[in-house]
């Protein structure tokens, strides 16, 4: 009894003591399976890095990270052919390749800080409230083929380090950012306005939103929820569905105050929108 | 009443939702058809993205990657772009079809404190934001136009000359200035081993103020 709780505290307060006698045991699974003398018996498959199984996992053919599977000494870098690729010179260029637009109207590797200067000012907001959303969509994507054609520009600068040049191309991309901005001005001031515009003609007593026995109703604007405001009609109905009785007056309210406004020599119901 | 008699009512009524759902994305995708088509954007042989982007404001670069064949092509793109993002913007905006995108995140290195810090501090590491580079392969090859063979336009020879002065100015004004031999310091200490040795004499200047100009007047 008492030896057996010496042994006891010996192991406690000298571990390596058992280990000189026992086997070691091992800490962890990477050690289990790195090792084959502690690895544990199991019929389990062993576990892998990658669990799918891919034979050619690793190996690339643009990153130079060489075939893996090959066995090694049956082809050497000699027998291997080299990629040709084809000489410029030798083949037709594609003008209509997609990726000039990377490029200046040259087709030039790089723009010199002559042509990066030549260009006039930003678009201003006066000019823009003229234009339409489609022709403001058109500037704005032309304004993004410019900045990545400077971006790629600013690229092929490091590569080459040519010299001056890189304050041209900066203010350049700040007059297309510039007029980015006021595209974007432009448009909110346009929102802007139009909500305002709706929110005037929910009050205005001349604009019929409900559909009258006839068909008419103004502004001929389809559903109100289309554009990210709340349907007036769909609570003008939940209105009257609530109240009941009163359906069939919700319903001639509206055509008759046009009625009597159109009596009263005023202006028909108006189509805002 | 059906519910419980039929069987098969649960699978028929999803199978009908799931045909109206169908119904619904086709109509879309076919709106979206007309609208690419009216601005002159040919149907793609893959699927387009649905999403409708109207004003993002991104940029894209394009890099010369000669160890690639002239198919490839190598853009960096910003890093919340997808392969599917760049396929979708180069149809579009470029008209040049990805078939097959690559893509490469590479991690940036770690540098003390954050760029264009007045007074950068050691030890407040800062790591710039990774770079995401995709390499598409086209249907079509594409030949960079040649590299400029001199840098006349670009001014070379004075930016190299003035970047030079800059440097060696700033290094003068740094401890690393004072520690380096003025000009001249070889010749200086080969006369002083000859006075040392006594193979030449020294004398004093004769007019080491210039007066003798004034004096003549």
């Known amino acids: 009894m008492e030896l057996h709780s010496c042994a006891l505290r010996a192991t406690r307060w000298f571990p390596s003591t058992l280990n000189c006698t026992r086997s070691r045991i091992p800490q962890s699974t990477t050690e289990c399976l790195r090792n084959p003398s502690q690895r544990p018996f199991s019929t389990a498959v062993p576990l892998q890095a990658r669990r799918d199984g891919n034979k050619n996992r690793g190996i690339s053919a643009i990153r130079s990270s060489g075939a893996r599977n090959i066995p090694r000494g049956s082809v050497t870098l000699k027998d291997v052919q080299r990629p040709v690729y084809k000489d410029q010179s030798e083949t037709e260029l594609n003008e209509k390749h997609g990726l000039w637009g990377f490029f200046n109207v040259e087709r030039t590797a790089l723009s010199t800080p002559e042509q990066d200067n030549m260009h006039g000012r930003a678009w201003k907001p006066w000019e823009l409230r003229k234009k339409s959303f489609e022709d403001l969509h058109a500037l704005w994507w032309i304004c993004m083929k410019e900045r990545n054609r400077i971006f790629t520009e600013r690229h092929t600068r490091e590569r080459l380090e040519p010299g001056f040049g890189e304050v041209e191309a900066a203010w350049r991309d700040a007059d297309v950012r510039r007029t980015m901005k006021m595209i974007k001005k432009t448009l909110t001031e346009r929102h802007n306005v139009w909500t305002d515009a709706y929110h005037l003609a929910q009050k205005d007593p001349e604009i019929q939103w409900k559909e009258d026995d006839d068909g008419n109703w103004s502004p001929s604007l389809k559903s109100p929820a289309a554009f990210g405001y709340e349907d007036v009609e769909s609570e003008a109905s939940k209105d009257a569905s609530s109240s009941g009785d009163l359906e069939g007056e919700t319903d001639k309210l509206a055509p008759n105050q046009a009625q009597e406004d159109s009596t009263a020599g005023k202006s028909r119901p108006r189509n805002l929108l | ?217």
């Open chain 2, 1 to 217: 009443m059906r519910e419980k008699l039929d069987p098969n009512y649960q699978a028929e009524q999803e199978a009908l939702r799931a045909a109206r759902e169908q119904a619904k994305a086709d109509a879309d995708a076919e709106r979206l058809r007309a609208k690419l088509e009216s601005i002159g954007i040919p149907e793609a042989p893959f699927f387009m993205g649905q999403k409708e982007v109207y004003l993002p404001n991104i940029r894209i670069a394009l890099l010369k990657t000669p160890q690639h064949p002239p198919s490839f092509a190598k853009f960096l793109v910003p890093l919340t772009w997808n392969k599917l993002d760049l396929r979708d913007y180069l149809w579009n905006v470029y008209g040049v079809h990805a078939v097959r995108v690559r893509v490469y995140v590479q991690l940036q290195r770690v540098r003390m404190d954050k760029p264009r810090e007045k007074y950068p501090a050691a030890r407040r590491w800062f790591r710039p934001q990774s770079k995401k580079f995709m390499t598409i392969e086209m249907d079509e090859p594409f030949y960079w136009p040649p590299d400029p063979e001199d840098f006349v336009e670009w001014d070379k020879d004075t930016f190299d000359a003035a970047n030079k002065t800059k440097i060696k100015e700033r290094d003068s004004r740094m401890p690393i200035g004072a520690m380096e031999k003025p000009a001249g310091a070889a010749d200086l200490r080969a006369l002083a081993k000859k006075f040392v040795t006594g193979s030449e004499k020294w004398t004093p200047p004769t007019d080491p103020f210039g007066l003798d100009r004034h004096l003549k007047k």
